[in-house]
């Protein structure tokens, strides 16, 4: 029993560094190309397309109105770009927020009952009729040059959707923080599946796709309350090229609290695990490249994976503290400092493999953060990412692995 | 389109990195091994000493027997062995030897004390401890405990612990003279078989030779505090 677990570690780990040392790669491989976009795109654009903006809004009476401003703040011709607001049946002050642009001229006002965030999006999609269209969910704020940075990805006609590098929000909370290096490892991440044509989330803060993918592919659907994955996938089924514009920034406001937190993250896996279900025949078919012989396999199993690391280092330390508390319970307490000498330093392999793994993790950490911020600089949230991060994890992979093998349904908020 | 060579390029490094941690774990494992076999040799030469200046005590006196006159570091293989088990990555042909090795020495201590005791007229203090790693034993792992605490706690104190199912002839022997039970954990204390678990303070009022130790301790303590009164 014991040689099958080592065994199963073994091919966890192989696993682990197999895909950090392919990023690693890929970053080299794309350093240059990610100079070149930091430094020129955006800045010389010929042609602007007709843009639309989506944004979705249920009870977003807090921050929609930033949203919104910062959409009419984006550097971008004001005859080429519209805004299309969609209140899905707020039951709080959202509609009142709108009566200051009732008017304006850049900006349509539409109501309907609410029926969820891809019903509001059809409801506006139906009314469209620019080149380009995309959404911003109403909790997220876009830098003004956001636009101009993705604009210039659609002259490749092959290019049918373009995602943003998406920030955190003023981060105040230990939360927060955690989740600011969180998603800066997101954005490393997400670039470098755009150089491998294998990104699987069109995200919902301020995605832009050619008007004609929905026309030819249909509207949004309710894909498990993660509508953003499933169009990436469908498009992904349909080999329409997604890219990621590193340099557009989109910043969204995070969860402060645990609660909301571990609902929306069981909400992103639970919606996760089930559209891949649903996308299945992209698994292993080399007809669909990096994304279905490599990527989407390896992100399904790197939550069984982290699911398996979890529990086997929680039986461990049960039986550590169980022994501890035996030790305790007979001689008392007898506080002995911890042994210098080198004999007593785990050597094992799987020790090793393990350091090689958290080197390798550390390394593409420094990139991410360097990508994002432009250089690296040691932050708390690096310290409570390193220190928290892996203990909350597991707890809303296994709700969500525990939902979909039991068919549960999970909630949107 | 799949480039197939990054994949390859991967899946090299990827080995590189596990062959090295495989290798350099193989020579740490190694340098463990060879760390207590070190220690095994050093320990048989200290025997080999202390029997050598034994046998010229005969023609001596108990007062030449000096500080240093039994091996420190039979513990220390111990507890080296007891750590080394759990690491799933060393030879166990290998430590199987070295355990082998540390029970006979432990044995070859035994008795060297033993005749010390009996020349010397000393109050003997050691303690033969049977365990068991074949079947579960938890009553073992609390008993360990309890040892290891005498043992900080009286340095006088000799433990020779045995894996009571351990292929070593001499095991055999030392259970077939003391009669040992496999109703493990097993205590011999002069002659004296104890089974069961034993906490420290039932083994300080119920074993004479733990008594006569606590006795030693508390006057010595008691000496150490009149000193530092009259200082």
């Known amino acids: 029993m014991a040689e099958i677990q080592t065994l199963i570690l073994y091919c966890l780990l192989f696993i682990t560094l197999f895909f950090e040392v392919f990023l690693l790669i890929t970053y080299f491989e794309v350093r240059e190309e990610l100079d070149f976009e930091s430094k020129h795109v955006g800045k010389h654009i010929k042609w602007f397309p007709t843009v639309t903006i989506i944004v979705p809004c249920f009870n977003e009476e807090r921050t929609v109105e930033k949203t919104i401003r910062s959409l009419l703040d984006l550097d971008y011709p004001k005859e080429k770009l519209s805004i299309i607001i969609v209140d899905d049946g707020s039951t709080d002050e959202t509609l009142s927020r709108f009566v200051q642009f009732a008017k304006h001229p850049q900006i349509a006002v539409l109501s309907k009952e609410n029926g969820g965030k891809h019903t509001a999006l059809n409801f506006a999609l139906e009314r469209i009729e620019s080149d380009l269209v995309g959404c911003l969910d109403a909790d997220s704020f876009v830098n003004a040059d956001a636009l101009r940075k993705m604009v210039p990805f659609f002259d490749d006609i092959g290019t049918m959707a373009v995602t943003p590098s998406i920030k955190v929000y003023s981060p105040r909370s230990i939360l927060q923080h955690i989740q600011k290096i969180e998603y800066s490892w997101g954005i490393f991440l997400r670039r470098m599946l755009s150089s491998l044509g294998a990104l699987y989330v069109t995200p919902g803060p301020f995605s832009i796709f050619r008007t004609r993918v929905f026309r030819e592919l249909g509207g949004y659907r309710h894909a498990h309350h993660t509508e953003d994955l499933e169009m ?99 001689v008392g307490w007898n506080w002995n400092p911890p042994s210098l ?19 390798l993790t550390l390394v593409i950490l420094s990139l991410a953060i360097r990508l994002t911020e432009g250089k690296f600089t040691i932050t708390r949230g690096i310290f409570y990412y390193l220190a928290i991060y892996i203990f909350i994890v597991p707890l809303w992979l296994i709700r969500a692995v525990f939902s979909t093998v039991f068919r549960r349904q999970i909630s949107w908020k | 389109m799949i480039n197939l060579k990054k994949y390859i390029a991967a899946l090299s490094i990827t080995a590189v990195i596990f062959g090295t941690a495989i290798y350099v774990s193989n020579l740490f494992g190694q340098k463990k091994l060879e760390d207590v076999h070190a220690i095994e040799n050093r320990v048989a030469l200290d025997i080999l000493s202390s029997e050598t200046q034994f046998m010229l005590l005969e023609e001596t006196s108990c007062k030449d027997i000096g500080p240093g006159f039994l091996s420190k570091e039979l513990g220390s293989i111990g507890e080296r062995l007891t750590y080394a088990e759990n690491q799933t990555e060393l030879n166990t042909n290998d430590l199987e030897y070295l355990k082998r090795s540390y029970f006979l020495l432990e044995i070859k201590d035994y008795l060297l004390m033993k005749r010390l005791t009996e020349k010397c007229g000393i109050k003997p203090t050691f303690i033969l401890y049977f365990y068991s790693t074949k079947d579960v034993c938890e009553d073992c792992e609390r008993m360990g405990y309890v040892l290891t605490a005498l043992r900080n706690k009286y340095p006088d104190l000799r433990v020779y612990s045995f894996d009571y199912n351990f292929d070593v002839g001499a ?61």
């Open chain 1, 232 to 330: 990436a996938l469908r498009l992904q089924k349909h080999h329409y090229k997604i890219v990621n514009s590193h340099g557009a920034h989109v910043y969204t406001v995070t969860p402060l609290r645990f609660s909301a937190l571990f609902k929306q993250r069981v909400r992103w896996t639970y919606g996760f695990l089930n559209n891949v279900i649903d996308y299945r025949e992209l698994f292993f078919n080399r007809k669909y490249g990096h994304i279905g012989l490599f990527i989407l396999p390896i992100a399904t199993s790197s939550i069984f994976s982290t699911l398996y690391i979890a529990g086997r280092t929680v039986w461990n330390n049960f039986f550590s503290i169980s022994s501890m508390l035996t030790k305790l319970q007979i």
């Open chain 1, 341 to 359: 000498d080198w004999f007593f330093i785990n050597t094992s392999v799987v020790s090793f493999l393990a350091l090689s793994a958290i080197i």
């Open chain 2, 171 to 231: 095991i055999d022997t030392l259970v077939s003279i003391y009669k040992v039970r496999p109703e493990l954990p097993a205590l011999i204390i002069n002659g004296l078989s104890y089974y069961g678990f034993h906490s420290v303070e039932e083994l300080e009022s119920t074993v004479p030779a733990l008594k006569e130790l606590a006795r030693r301790a508390r006057v010595a303590e008691r000496a150490t505090t009149s000193v530092k009164t009259l200082d």
